[in-house]
């Protein structure tokens, strides 16, 4: 498995099914995400962000059904950062504290991924675009909005599997650590992949609303 597609497993990536997460609608799985993921930072009770934790583990594998090492996994990364986390707190602060931080992150982020997993990526445009149309009234598009979050969200794994590649080429040649030297190229496939996107965006017609209707004025 390519390292991109490694960076899109851990994100999460929707997986067509028949279990009751992806039968539940999307609004539901917002509800479940705030109840889940957002509370336990809000009410910051320990034993109820364990009780969060432990929830969202059971919806993610038996309510989705998502595979163990999917709807588990978080990276060696974030287990560090979380070992950091709870040690500091246990040794130097309220050890409830850092189960409070540490069990929250997990559930949301095990929950955000029930979420991306299990709705595919249309109904989750539609979603944002609905809870969008309040700012109609300010002059914002709600179709575009929705546009630009699902591109914001698609290209994550694209720019972390693109710093993958780069680090890994740059091991390969004894650079690993001149990390600056990483910058440049970032950037160079940043510009390039953004260019693409917006020559596809205008092949489709997106993104020329204004220039129609300037022409429109000027007749």
Same mark, same amino acid.
């Given at each position: ?11 999460? +990536? ?27 930072? !809000? ?6 962000? !364990? /009780? ?6 059971? /919806?993610?594998?038996?309510?989705? %059904? ?19 986390v709870l040690g500091y707190h246990l040794v130097l602060g309220d050890w409830r504290r850092g189960v409070i931080y540490v069990a929250s992150l997990m559930a949301c982020l095990y929950v955000s991924r029930v979420l991306t997993c299990t709705t ?22 709600? =179709? ?18 693109? /710093? ?6 740059? %091991? ?18 940043? +510009?390039?992949?953004?260019? @693409? ?11 020329? &609303?204004? @220039?129609? &209707? =300037? ?5």
């Amino acid at each position: 498995m390519s390292r991109a597609a490694r960076v899109q497993d851990y994100l999460g +990536v929707y997986l067509p099914g028949d279990t009751p997460a992806h039968r539940l609608p999307v609004g539901a799985k917002y509800l479940m995400l705030m109840a889940l993921g957002v509370l336990p930072f !809000l009410l910051r009770i320990w034993w109820f962000s !364990l /009780v969060c934790l432990a929830a969202s583990v059971l /919806v993610a594998l038996v309510v989705a %059904r998502l595979p163990p090492r999917l709807g588990l996994r978080i990276g060696a990364p974030l287990w560090i950062m979380n070992g950091l986390v709870l040690g500091y707190h246990l040794v130097l602060g309220d050890w409830r504290r850092g189960v409070i931080y540490v069990a929250s992150l997990m559930a949301c982020l095990y929950v955000s991924r029930v979420l991306t997993c299990t709705t595919s990526p249309d109904a989750l445009m539609d979603a944002i675009a609905g809870s969008a149309r309040i700012l109609r009234p300010l002059g914002a598009s709600p =179709e575009k909005f929705a546009l630009a979050v699902t591109l914001m969200w698609a290209t994550i794994p694209y720019l972390l599997g693109s /710093v993958l590649s780069i680090r890994q080429a740059a %091991r390969a040649r004894g650079l690993e650590r001149s990390s600056w030297r990483f910058v440049i190229p970032v950037m160079v496939g940043v +510009v390039g992949h953004a260019l @693409e996107v917006g020559d596809a965006l205008r092949a489709r017609g997106l993104g020329d &609303e204004p @220039e129609i &209707e =300037e022409q429109g004025r000027l007749r």
